[in-house]
């Protein structure tokens, strides 16, 4: 049976129109594709969420819901960005069998308004080398509707800057979190451009503060700061553990100042649960500057090193 690649993209093209939000875009989108395309028993779209990929709207059998970035023929679309055709699966070095009766495989990448690979479309095949390159070139066109949708949606991710203490076992503990995309470390809100951490820890009055990236629709930011606020002693000033200096305050920095008002209710909240003022700093992002390397992932690369959290 061959495809109507031009009736089927007409179709997308209407159901972009109609979409304000990623899970309804891609729902549909698999939901077209299930119905359209002949032999084929899954249909559906990853996510990136940090290194690796999340399950997100398919039609199918049950699928695998993290897919890691060196696994199999999603994973190989995310490092290499591009789309993977593949005949037979089971000859892919590396492929995960989500359903053993698959056979065939195609991904394609899909990027969003920043140009950064954003999620991947996934169609799977019990028909050994299902796919054709008038498919792949069908598809990737369908794909290319969908991305452009994305570039009008709101984004995927969003981000905070989350001061609190020592920012070493900070980094871990929000990496930990289900719902983070990706996180960094550095030094917010000081007087100095571009400070060395040396100038910070001589008074340059930075803050050691984690920026934080993720999903508004898997963890929301009121989530998140309650989150946050199990992890700090949010009445101590300039201290954190056994860490003193102004460079271990506690403070919320936001890019976006739609966040402000979350940000302050929480707070709010959190007062109450206090006998003492809070001394967590509720300010607008004036500037970030990303530590030196050797500080990003610093429990990843020394397990055993000093963290005020604790982890077990």
């Known amino acids: 049976m061959t495809v109507d690649y031009k009736l089927l993209n007409g179709q997308m093209e209407s159901l972009a129109q109609a979409e304000g939000w990623y899970v309804s875009l891609f729902a549909n989108a698999s939901a077209l594709l299930w119905e359209t395309l002949p032999d084929i028993n899954w249909a559906g779209f990853y996510t990136v969420d940090g290194p690796d990929l999340v399950l997100g709207p398919f039609h199918g059998k049950v699928a695998c819901i993290r897919i890691p970035r060196e696994k199999g023929v999603c994973g190989a679309a995310l490092r290499e960005d591009r789309t993977m055709l593949v005949p037979d699966v089971h000859a ?54 969908i ?59 930075h803050a050691e503060t984690v920026r934080v990236v993720y999903d508004p629709a898997r963890l929301p930011l009121r989530e998140l700061l309650e989150r946050y606020f199990q992890v700090i002693d949010p009445t101590a000033v300039n201290h954190q553990g056994e860490d003193f200096g102004i460079q271990y305050r506690t403070g919320i920095y936001y890019a976006d100042p739609a ?29 970030f500057y990303p530590a030196e390397e050797y500080h990003q992932k610093y429990l990843e690369k020394h397990p055993g090193g000093y963290c005020h959290i604790h982890f077990d």
Not at 99 to 128: F, K, Q, T
Not at 153 to 175: N, R, S
Not at 264 to 281: G, H, P
Request: glycine share 10%.
């Open 92 to 145: 892919f070095p590396g492929h995960i069998a989500c359903d053993s009766a698959s056979r065939s495989e195609i991904v394609i990448p899909l990027r969003d308004g920043r140009g950064r690979v954003a999620a991947v479309l996934d169609i799977d095949s019990p028909v050994l080398n299902r796919f054709s390159e008038q498919d792949r070139q069908g598809l990737e066109a369908f794909a290319h509707i």
């Open 147 to 205: 991305e452009k949708a994305m570039k009008g949606l709101a984004p995927m991710e969003k981000t905070i800057y989350l001061a609190g203490g020592c920012f070493w076992g900070c980094q871990k503990y929000f990496d930990l979190m289900d719902g983070v995309i990706e996180t960094e470390v550095g030094y917010a809100n000081g007087d100095a451009e571009n400070p060395t951490y040396e100038q910070v820890k001589h008074g340059a009055g």
């Open 259 to 287: 966040d402000a008002p979350t940000v302050t209710a929480a707070l709010n909240d959190l007062s109450r649960r206090y006998d003492k003022s809070l001394a967590v700093e509720n300010q607008p992002l004036q500037a």
